[in-house]
Structure formats: structure tokens, C-alpha cells
């Protein structure tokens, strides 16, 4: 018998630590905005941030910025992809890399709200966030160049951001 009321006691113990945390996650941020651009480590700050969410019942909003103003000029070449079909296809994959963070978000039961916004991606996701949000962002980019160092992104929006900004790599 006097286990039982060890274990439980150690249960309520926990319970207890489990819900402060909560509050205190609450007390601190409003909501954890997830930037992604369906690299591999955007997903791996995606389930940080959706653990973070799970834990402690915060709002989620995932975001993808379709670089518009980065697309090279594809004019001129007859065998070259249109500016409006890479248009296309860039939302098409932003909107693809956010249902995935929405899949992942169900399977922990985790609401998320989508936003496809176009732009300079660290500016966008810099509006975004309000003081009080935690932005959960990928070390690197999905660029090549952004691969080798910090990502330019995540480098711009970890220095300019108004709120806290969480680095995964």
C-alpha cells in the first residue's frame, strides 16, 4: 500500500511541475510561429516547436514566404520555365511544406494556422511576430550557400525579431 501512495504522490508531483510549466509558457508567450521552407532541419524545429505547443497549449501559425523578388529572370529564354509557371510551383511547394507541418501537428493534436505569404522571407516572418511570440526556426536554409553558414534568414530574423527566437539545428 505504501507504494502506491509513493507513486501517486510522485504522479501528483509531477502533474503539478507539468501544469506550472504550462503557465509559465503561457504567461510568456502568446503564440510560437513556425517558419518553414521544407528543408529537413525547418522540419526538425517544426516537431520542437510543436512539442513546445503540445506542452503548454499555445497558438501555432506556420509560415512559408514565397520569395517572389528572388526568382531570376527567366525571360527572354524560349525553353525557360515561365515567371508565372515558377511562380506557381514555389506556392505550390510553400503550400505543400505547410500541410506537412499541419500532418505533424494532428498526429500530436496540435491546431495550426497556415499562413502563404510572399516576399523577403526573414522581413516577412519578422512581421509576423508580435513581442510576445516565440519564433522556432531552422539553423540553415535550403539554399546551398545557406547550408554552409547560418542561414541568412535565420541569422536576419534572430537579430531583428522583436520576441525570442529559438534556433534548432
Given at each position: ?21 504550462n503557465n ?102 519578422i512581421k ?12 540553415k ?5 545557406e ?12 537579430h ?10
Open positions: 500500500m505504501q507504494k502506491k501512495s509513493c507513486k501517486i504522490e510522485h504522479f501528483q508531483k509531477l502533474l503539478s511541475l507539468s501544469t506550472e510549466l509559465l509558457m503561457k504567461n510568456e508567450f502568446g503564440r510560437i510561429i513556425i517558419p518553414t521552407d521544407g528543408s529537413k532541419i525547418a522540419k526538425k524545429a517544426g516537431k520542437k516547436a510543436l512539442v513546445l505547443a503540445k506542452t503548454s497549449g499555445l497558438e501555432v501559425v506556420a509560415i512559408h514566404v514565397v520569395n517572389t523578388p528572388g526568382l531570376p529572370g527567366l525571360y527572354g529564354y524560349q525553353d525557360a520555365i515561365s515567371y508565372d509557371e515558377m511562380h506557381k510551383f514555389l506556392q505550390k511547394n510553400g503550400q505543400f511544406y505547410l500541410d506537412e507541418i499541419e500532418k505533424m501537428g494532428k498526429k500530436m493534436g496540435v491546431k495550426i494556422s497556415k499562413k502563404l505569404v510572399e516576399g523577403h522571407p526573414a522581413e516577412e516572418i509576423e511576430a508580435k513581442k510576445n511570440d516565440l519564433i522556432v526556426i531552422g539553423s536554409g535550403s539554399t546551398a550557400l547550408r554552409i553558414f547560418l542561414g541568412s534568414v535565420t541569422e536576419n530574423v534572430a531583428h525579431a522583436s520576441c525570442p527566437v529559438m534556433i534548432v539545428r
